[in-house]
């Protein structure tokens, strides 16, 4: 009985030392390019599901505004199917000094009122280039982004129709939610794809440096965070800002914010 009681004590230890309170991760990547001529900053702001960071979403804007991001990316989940927007609106509202681009995540896409979320964020400034490319001059750099909507299936695209949404030879950014569709990536005419959903495998196990489980790949996925190359070009993938997935906590995965740095290649 004593052994039972210990072992739950330890158990009940190991699961509070892992629980996401208010600890938010930056992580930082640095990624070159030939076409970047100068050092400039995005900021990847996914899988939000109108997650509440207190008044005015402080907690999350305290940790963003230092970074003085040149762009912010939102790909996917910002906002929920039962959830009033709340957040996620304010969240934009408090970051409207940057330029933001949006792309949809599953849990927008399933929402019945689509087209009327999606006027709501163009509305507040926020971009969503899906069916024509956004081309951007930053710090004397030109990018050009993709917004593909986070439908169910991979087979939905044609990898030739995709790279065709791009215009020109700027550094190419492909939003888009899901990050398991790699045989598509892999195809497309870009340079970079910026991914969420995984939510870092929801239950992370530090020494394997591994996620448990992500939607629609099952136990142990491939990709859950990170920097992957798909042949050639870069995937980048966020853990997200949501503490909690259909009610299910995570644990040894805090919420993250991504910052890429991008540069030119010596
Ligand atoms: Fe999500």
Redesign the pocket.
């Given at each position: 009985m004593k052994m039972i009681a210990g072992s739950a004590a330890v158990a009940a230890a190991v699961t509070a030392a892992g629980l996401p309170y208010e600890k938010i991760d930056t992580t930082f990547y640095r990624l070159s390019s030939k076409k970047i001529r100068n050092p400039m900053r995005i900021v990847v702001l996914a899988?939000l599901?109108d997650q509440d960071y207190g008044k005015h979403m402080e907690k999350l804007t305290e940790k963003i505004h230092p970074l003085k991001p040149d762009l912010i990316l939102l790909p996917?989940?910002l906002c929920e199917e039962k959830k009033n927007d709340e957040h996620s609106f304010c969240l934009i509202d408090q970051l409207k000094q940057y330029p933001m681009i949006y792309s949809t995540?599953?849990?927008e896409e399933h929402r019945p009122d689509l087209p009327t979320l999606l006027y709501k964020i163009r509305k507040m400034g926020v971009s969503i280039p899906e069916q024509r490319s956004d081309v951007l001059e930053i710090c004397g750099n030109t990018l050009e982004v993709v917004a593909l909507p986070c439908v169910k299936r991979e087979s939905f695209y044609d990898p030739a129709d995709v790279s065709g949404k791009f215009r020109t030879d700027a550094y190419r950014i492909l939003m888009s939610h899901r990050p398991n569709w790699v045989d598509l990536y892999g195809q497309i005419d870009c340079d970079l794809i910026v991914c969420?959903?995984a939510?870092g495998g929801q239950w992370r196990c530090p020494p394997l440096h591994r996620g448990l489980v992500a939607p629609s790949v099952g136990l142990f996925p491939k990709y859950t965070e990170g920097i992957h190359d798909i042949n050639g070009r870069k995937m980048m993938i966020s853990r997200?800002l949501?503490k909690k997935?259909h009610g299910v906590i995570r644990l040894f995965n805090d919420p993250e914010i991504v910052v890429l740095d991008l540069e030119g290649e010596m």
């Open positions: 899988d599901h996917g989940d995540g599953n849990h969420g959903h939510h997200g949501t997935t």
